[in-house]
């Protein structure tokens, strides 16, 4: 059984000084337009008070995104199943929508994949090995894992030709 509630992380080049608040018109604009092709978006809330919180969350039926600090981030994490390459891409083009609405500038020849299903792929060697070329194949670049401490969830860094 292959898991699909994988996350991208882009990191945010540019906005580290923009108020983490500004993406709640951002995300209540995306819900009205319903800008996010194959998302149905739903509702957005505010954990900014929260230290090392969500951010900014977007909830839709198929994912969570969020803008979430240290560092600054676009977070897409998948709830349906899908593969991942579909993941990938839905996490892309949030990004690109971002880019071309609001000037957010984003990291895309190094970014993170990880693992939210921890019984599924869990961030043992055996796990990692299973689920990096995986990783590699959906996302076109090369793969390393980030960490192999099993108390974190399976995370790789992904780094692409720009």
């Known amino acids: 059984m292959e898991p699909y509630k ?12 923009q108020p983490l608040t500004d993406f709640i018109a951002v995300f209540h604009g995306w819900i ?14 505010d954990y900014s008070h929260v230290p090392n919180g969500p951010g900014i969350l ?3 039926h198929e994912a969570n995104l969020n803008i979430g600090e240290t560092p600054r981030s676009l977070i897409y994490i998948r709830k349906q199943p899908t593969p991942l390459t579909e993941t990938f891409a839905a ?10 609405e609001h000037g ?3 990291q895309f020849s190094q970014f993170e994949v990880f693992a939210n299903d921890r019984l599924l792929a869990p961030n043992t060697a055996a796990g ?26 399976l995370t790789f860094v992904v780094t692409r030709q720009p």
């Open 32 to 45: 009205q337009r319903q800008a996010l092709a194959g998302h149905l978006l739903v509702d957005v809330h």
């Open 104 to 106: 957010v500038q984003f």
């Open 91 to 100: 996490a892309q083009a949030a990004a690109k929508l971002l880019t071309t």
């Open 128 to 153: 990692a090995a299973q689920w990096q070329a995986l990783v590699a194949q959906s996302t076109g670049g090369q793969v390393v894992q980030q960490s192999n401490d099993p108390r974190e969830r």
């Open 6 to 17: 994988f996350g991208i992380r882009f990191q945010i080049t540019n906005a580290a000084t």
């Open 58 to 60: 977007l909830v839709a």
